[in-house]
């Protein structure tokens, strides 16, 4: 929008560099170009601003395929006025002189007028292709198809504009429509779902199955090891006890042998000591051979007197004392 100041009687214009001033006075034109700054009268002045920058237009087409379905064709048309003093003269582009704003809405009669040419242009390119066709196709084809065809619109040429690009989002048919053609690849999707959660099922089964499998056979392994320990138990055992009763044995037979030999030394020192015993008494009897019986009394009393206990005290009467010197006297 150009800035417009006010003086008295005298007013000043500046406008940007995107924007194409005209200025006509009594008819005449006095300034035409962009990015223009002047003076001018208001009271004689006809000023028209149109912008030169690129621009877009939002455009939705409905066409009909051949097979008598419904699609909806959004897109958005770049364009920009390549020759603003044609577009002046053929749309009111007129200003304000006080404030710089347009008197008119041009630029809504300029998308009106290229979006009729962009419905012409797509049903064009869209006749006779049935509706898989149509929503299978190349967008960026079909907006160069469309672009084509704008450039030489002559609605279009005619009031100085140019075409830039045309650009397509996704085609698409009424709703009930595409919920039918989203079924087909909704059920392989799915189908390759329940494949996948079938196979992930089984690959789980058989790894439980390989779990299962290990863990019998651990357990087979450890029975199996555990009868090695019992039977290497049982053979521990046996030993242990063949070991006892072998040592038993031989201590039995050493305590025998220790007695016998025992037994035979006792027997020998016993035979000894007799024979001790009977040598001296037969040297005591050899000794005494020729004694007096007297004298044999006296020594068995002496040898009686000295095995005899101990005697504190002995009381004799008159007639112990007179038996014994009466026997005494007797044998003397």
Known sequence: MATITTVPFLRHLRASATSHVQHLSAGSVRHDAPGASFWFRPLTAAISEVPVDDREQEVLVRVRTADLQEVAAPGTVTFRFARPEVTATRIDFSIDLRTGVWLERPLERVGATIHGATSAAVTSALTGLDLVRVLTMDLEELGRAVAAQL??????????????????????????????????????????ADKATFERRALAVEREAAIGENEL???????????????????????????????????????????????????????????????????????????????LMALALRELAANLPAIDQITITPDMLTGLVNRLGAKA
């Not at 830039?164 to 390759?192: K, M």
């Not at 055992?237 to 044995?249: F, G, P, Q």
């Open 151 to 192: 450039s030489q619109d002559e609605r279009l040429v005619s009031i100085g504009i140019d075409v830039v690009g045309v650009r397509f989002s996704v085609l698409r048919p009424d709703s009930d429509v595409e919920r039918a053609l989203q079924t087909p690849a909704r059920e392989v999707i799915q189908q390759e």
């Open 217 to 295: 056979a651990n357990q087979i392994e450890l029975a199996r090891r555990q009868e090695q320990l019992i039977a290497q138990k049982g053979s521990n055992a046996r030993k242990t006890a063949e070991d006892a009763a072998v040592a038993d044995a031989v201590a039995a037979e050493a305590e025998a042998a220790r007695i016998t030999a025992l037994a035979a030394a006792q027997a020998t020192a016993e035979r000894s000591i007799g024979q001790a015993a009977a040598d001296t008494e037969r040297a005591k009897l050899a000794a005494n051979e020729g004694v007096s019986q007297e004298l």
